[in-house]
């Protein structure tokens, strides 16, 4: 859709006005936003090597207050986690063939993420966590609201893999529970 007239340079140029959309107030704007992302997840040329900047994006609108640009979120966002796990079915066949259940005390009313979502962030949060907890502790409020719903949203994706990070997550999250906003904690 829109990936294919983007090569990787103007990816590039095109990715920090992108991510400020994202902070736009109009559900408009971050509806579209969220849809070019998702494009871009699933239809970018040489998609893998920016899967790292395209998935925090992605998360910060699974949980932005408008609940339609959720619900679009969401469903992309789906999408991108089946794409993913049916392009590399072969490494991922046993999680596939046998699914972990939810455990009884899982946060999300809604589950947990589908197989592919949760390895789409598992294979990519070395690249993400050091960029995302820079921006926890950013000065400008909205930055960190939006940092620490992408946080929460990494660490319910990352399930135990997340412990090799834990010592840097904690210290992510002890920066957003310092935070003035409420929405930060």
Known sequence: MYCELLNNKEFEEALIHLAQRLFDRSPLVKNAATEVVGDMLMNLDDRYSYFHLLIPLALSSLYDEVQEVRSMAQDIWKRAGNQYIIENEKD????????????????????????????FVQRHIFNILPILLHDVADWVPETRIKSSKVLYSLVLHSEEKITMQLSKVLEGIMSAAKAEEKEAT
């Open 92 to 119: 991922y066949k046993d999680l596939i063939d046998f699914p972990r259940p939810d455990p009884s005390d899982y946060p999300d009313k809604e589950g947990s993420p589908s197989v592919g979502c949760r390895i």
